[in-house]
């Protein structure tokens, strides 16, 4: 079976402070990878997403960028992190797009605190 | 662009009894799916159930049925025999041609002992 995992659960951060959040997956090869961030009260918000190694496409403009390694890695970075940052980071799978893509499914994510 | 409308914020239902959660969507694509999550305090997102749109059968899992009607672009859910552990936040969620999963702001479900 799938597994997905995240690290680290928690990070508290000072502002102008650099960022890198993992995650990867077990039991599954060229999976299509996301990231969204949740802020506090409010749905989920697309920031990336990667259909294979070195793609990644962006969603939404800031200040943070991903990358994707390997395969089953992908990470989610910043140079300087800034206040508005601060949310509940989470990763998901997919199918690629060969075997449909249709449903995600989503690690235990990661709850930034910059300060 | 597509949208998910959660409009009741929270709800509450006594143990054992049945809750209906709604949730209505805005789209103009044909194919889509549609999806329940569930999150718990643990804040993981958790898939409940999964409707592809162009079945016309309702999609059920165990206690977790939806009530599907694409013509009004309304996608429910029935929770039976209302556990405990049923306590969370739900999101109704959309997915369409694009890669990304569009949420509803979701609904906090409270089970009263």
């Known amino acids: 079976s799938q597994t997905i995992h995240q690290w680290p659960a928690t990070l508290v951060q000072p502002v102008g402070s650099p960022l890198s959040l993992e995650c990867t997956v077990e039991?599954?090869?060229?999976?299509?990878l996301y990231w969204y961030r949740q802020a506090a009260g409010r749905g989920l918000q697309l920031l990336f997403y990667s259909v294979g190694i070195g793609q990644i496409s962006s969603e939404v403009p800031q200040n943070l960028s991903a990358s994707r390694p390997q395969d089953r890695q992908f990470i989610l970075s910043s140079k300087k992190l800034l206040l508005s940052d601060s949310g509940f980071y989470l990763c998901?799978?997919?199918?690629?797009?060969?075997?449909?893509?249709?449903?995600?499914?989503f690690g235990p994510g990661t709850r930034l605190t910059v300060l | 662009a597509q949208t998910v409308t959660q409009s009741q914020p929270e709800m509450s239902v006594q143990e054992a009894e049945t809750v209906t959660l709604s949730c209505t969507y805005d789209t103009s694509e044909s194919d889509y799916y549609l999806f329940w999550y569930k999150q718990p305090p643990s804040r993981q997102m958790i898939l409940v159930i999964r409707?592809?749109?162009?079945?016309?059968q309702n999609a059920t899992e165990n206690r977790f049925s939806v009530n599907f009607q694409k013509a009004a672009k309304s996608f429910s859910l029935k929770i039976s025999d209302s556990q405990l552990g049923d306590a969370a936040m739900y999101f109704c969620?959309?997915?369409?041609?694009?890669?990304?999963?569009?949420f509803g702001k979701g609904m906090k479900l409270t089970v009263n002992p």
């Open positions: 039991g599954t090869s060229n999976p299509n």
């Open positions: 998901a799978w997919s199918k690629g797009l060969a075997e449909g893509t249709d449903t995600q499914y």
């Open positions: 409707q592809e749109a162009y079945k016309q």
């Open positions: 969620a959309y997915k369409g041609g694009s890669e990304k999963l569009v």
